[in-house]
């Protein structure tokens, strides 16, 4: 089957319409709709000069090669590279009305672009980043994993300051993240009985309790309890090890416990093919692993590996998951 794909092009002073340009000329295992402002994105196409066929979502194709918007006008049309807040309720709508359309039935997964968090703020939405704001929308607990040809990480915690990050991991939060960690490898991945390796807090995995107590007093009961319940779980491990090869090819996704703890790690494997993937949403989303680049927008710069791999990566998990 052909899923049908939501696409969300993010920040239009950004590199993320320049992206859906360039995915425009390629032919993709799923149907895409484009959520977006029209106009930004043949901007976009001039700035490459590449060819690019749209038409509304609601009419017939003129060829084969056009690509249908649904229409979500941006305030102002920015200079390449300067978010302007103005646009906020654009792309956050965008976001919303293509994530409910997965929720109606209209789409089988969501891709999305990057978006600028501070221009969203200052135009006068809160905003901690799309991850959370599509939880919301679906009512629901989710969990961020992060993936590449190599390695998949997901977070206890997200974006979080440091000093922040102990008082977060809880029991009940730490088990809530490995259930739905393992539920994802297993229906979203095809992985039965998925091996996950879980990091420490503290260095040395709190070196028995001399370098902090978090591994003794939170991880390890939750890890225990889980074990009883038939999962396969390896850990608290060091995290300075637990990424070396012999180590990882036993290992189908690892839980690492803040942001920066896990994801320079993948990023160094293979940064340009990293998505990240929503685990725990009623659809398929994915998104790709970095930001607007506004340095490199309108130059024709950018490259579109991470939104080709989540195009990929969303038809191949839509695609489970409607035949599962």
Same mark, same amino acid.
């Given at each position: 089957?052909?899923?049908?794909?939501?696409?969300?092009?993010?920040?239009?002073?950004?590199?993320?319409?320049?992206?859906?340009?360039?995915?425009?000329?390629?032919?993709?295992?799923?149907?895409?709709?484009?959520?977006?402002?029209?106009?930004?994105?043949?901007?976009? *196409?001039? +700035?490459?000069?590449?060819?690019?066929?749209?038409?509304?979502? $609601?009419?017939?194709?003129?060829?084969?090669?056009?690509?249908?918007?649904?229409?979500?006008?941006?305030?102002?049309?920015?200079?390449?590279?300067?978010?302007?807040?103005?646009?906020?309720?654009?792309? @956050?709508?965008?976001?919303?009305?293509? *994530?409910?359309?997965?929720?109606?039935?209209?789409?089988d997964g969501l891709v999305t672009g990057p978006v600028h968090k501070a221009a969203i703020n200052a135009?006068?939405?809160?905003?901690?980043?799309?991850?959370?704001?599509?939880?919301?929308?679906?009512?629901?607990?989710?969990?961020?994993?992060?993936?590449?040809?190599?390695?998949?990480?997901?977070?206890?915690?997200?974006?979080?300051?440091? &000093?922040?990050?102990?008082?977060?991991?809880?029991?009940?939060?730490?088990?809530?993240?490995?259930? =739905?960690?393992?539920?994802?490898?297993?229906?979203?991945?095809?992985?039965?009985?998925?091996? =996950?390796?879980?990091?420490?807090?503290?260095?040395?995995?709190?070196?028995?309790?001399?370098?902090?107590?978090?591994?003794?007093?939170?991880?390890?009961?939750?890890? +225990?309890?889980? &074990? *009883?319940?038939?999962?396969?779980?390896?850990?608290?491990?060091?995290?300075?090890t637990a990424f070396l090869p012999d180590k990882l090819r036993g290992f189908d996704a690892l839980l690492?416990?803040?942001?920066?703890?896990?994801?320079?790690?993948?990023?160094?494997?293979?940064?340009?093919?990293?998505?990240? @993937?929503?685990?725990?949403?009623?659809?398929?989303?994915?998104?790709?692993?970095?930001?607007?680049?506004?340095?490199?927008?309108?130059?024709?710069?950018?490259?579109?590996?991470?939104?080709?791999?989540?195009? &990929? $990566?969303?038809?191949?998990? *839509?695609?489970?998951?409607?035949?599962?």
């Amino acid at each position: 089957m052909r899923p049908r794909l939501a696409l969300v092009p993010g920040e239009p002073a950004g590199i993320g319409p320049e992206l859906v340009v360039r995915a425009a000329q390629q032919d993709w295992a799923a149907d895409l709709t484009i959520f977006g402002d029209s106009a930004t994105l043949q901007r976009a *196409a001039q +700035a490459l000069g590449l060819p690019l066929q749209l038409h509304a979502a $609601t009419e017939s194709p003129p060829h084969s090669r056009s690509l249908p918007v649904v229409e979500v006008a941006n305030a102002v049309m920015p200079p390449f590279g300067v978010p302007d807040p103005r646009n906020a309720f654009a792309v @956050i709508g965008a976001l919303t009305r293509a *994530a409910q359309g997965c929720h109606d039935g209209h789409f089988d997964g969501l891709v999305t672009g990057p978006v600028h968090k501070a221009a969203i703020n200052a135009g006068g939405i809160a905003y901690t980043g799309t991850t959370g704001l599509l939880a919301a929308q679906a009512g629901c607990d989710v969990v961020m994993l992060l993936a590449n040809g190599v390695l998949r990480v997901a977070l206890a915690t997200v974006h979080l300051p440091l &000093r922040a990050v102990a008082d977060a991991i809880t029991e009940e939060r730490l088990a809530s993240t490995l259930r =739905i960690l393992q539920a994802g490898l297993r229906d979203d991945f095809g992985i039965t009985d998925p091996v =996950i390796a879980v990091l420490g807090l503290n260095p040395h995995a709190g070196e028995d309790g001399v370098l902090g107590r978090e591994e003794i007093e939170v991880i390890e009961p939750v890890l +225990a309890h889980l &074990r *009883a319940q038939g999962f396969n779980l390896v850990g608290p491990l060091p995290a300075d090890t637990a990424f070396l090869p012999d180590k990882l090819r036993g290992f189908d996704a690892l839980l690492a416990m803040y942001h920066d703890q896990g994801l320079p790690v993948l990023k160094h494997v293979d940064f340009a093919n990293a998505v990240n @993937i929503t685990l725990g949403l009623p659809y398929t989303r994915v998104a790709v692993d970095h930001g607007t680049a506004l340095e490199l927008a309108g130059s024709g710069r950018a490259d579109p590996s991470s939104l080709f791999a989540a195009i &990929r $990566t969303c038809t191949q998990l *839509a695609c489970r998951r409607v035949t599962a």
